[in-house]
């Protein structure tokens, strides 16, 4: 079976002084009849995320199973819009998200909370979780980050959230923002850019990879600001 795969919101690197907009990538997935979402943003993407479903003539109810990468805020907080929905995580991301390092900043200490009561179904190790889509460890960012390799017609795609962030990741194979203290983020890097042909980051538009290892990606970002 070939899944499909469609970009809902696209990611973003986005920053300012001290801060940043945590824009992450939310792809739509497509396998047979279930439609499931990799991650679902948080609230300065939540108005994105409903235009895109709608403009698709999609509601939140329609979609079947949420997959996150793992569990910083910018992928994870509007798991309420999709109340009924089952959870993928990694099994090594639930249980860190109970006891975060005191250094993360990223991890919200009420996503336990967001997941009770929720059916999870936990990946451990590399495991196909839908006809054609397959989760693989990609630790560093965060301990249990999790990627997804979808087969297309036009070559594997890797959907990487933030195991692959940014285009300066992808050339450098220097993680940004490890916080997983083994250090295991080059490595996962270097799994994304072998597995994919076709690569969506966490933080930035999607980047094609030819036979000799080269990057390119076409994608202008256009963002207005508005000041009120
Ligand atoms: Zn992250």
Known sequence: MTPQYDVLVEGSSLAFHGGFFGISSIVLVTSGKTRALFDCGHGVTRKLLLNALEARGLAPGDIDLVILSHGHFDHVLNLDLF?????????????YVETPFDEDWVTPR?????????????????????PGVTAFPTPGHAPGHISLELSSPEGPVVLAADALKTAREASTCIPDLEFDPEKRGAASLREVLRRGRIIVPGHFPTIRTDESGRLSWTGVQEMPLLFR
Do not use: F, H, K, Y
Request: proline share 9%.
């Open 83 to 95: 109340p009924g929905a089952p959870v993928v995580m990694s099994l090594t991301e639930r249980e």
């Open 110 to 130: 009420i996503l336990p909370m967001l997941l009770e009561g929720r059916e999870l179904r936990l990946t451990d190790g590399e495991e196909e979780i839908l």
